[in-house]
Nanobody
Framework: QVQLVESGGGLVQAGGSLRLSCATS????????MGWFRQAPGKEREFVAA????????YYSNSVKGRFTISRDNAKNTVYLQMNSLRPEDAAVYYC????????????????????WGQGTQVTVSS
């Protein structure tokens, strides 16, 4: 079992940056591949980024590649999402998620792979 708490969301102008954090507690953090997903009003939740258990492998959706960076600090039990060059279409509730079934070096892009979810943090981007 792991608990996840996101923070760092807020209002930012287009072109600006935010860094989301997801602090975890419970089972050993390095046991989990981690992912970020987002859901905009009226839309389905979508994959944003994922990182393997020790950070050696990362994946990004095409819409954020080159602008967002996922990272993790296993000593701090925290995963981050650095978001640069934000666009109005990036506005959504962002969720972090933990996947305890993925082997070292692997991370999933499908939300069904993830066992645990945070409560989400709102990101608003003004144009």
């Amino acid at each position: 079992q792991v608990q996840l708490v996101e923070s760092g969301g807020g209002l930012v102008q287009a072109g600006g940056s935010l860094r989301l954090s997801c602090a975890t507690s419970g089972r050993t953090f390095s046991s989990y591949a981690m992912g970020w997903f987002r859901q905009a009003p009226g839309k389905e939740r979508e994959f944003v980024a994922a990182i393997s258990r020790y950070g050696g492998t990362t994946y990004y959706s095409n819409s954020v590649k080159g602008r967002f960076t996922i990272s993790r600090d296993n000593a701090k039990n925290t995963v981050y999402l650095q978001m640069n060059s934000l666009r109005p279409e990036d506005a959504a509730v962002y969720y972090c998620a933990a996947d305890g079934s993925r082997g070292v070096g692997h991370a999933g892009t499908n939300e069904r792979m993830y066992d645990y979810w945070g409560q989400g943090t709102q990101v608003t981007v003004s144009s």
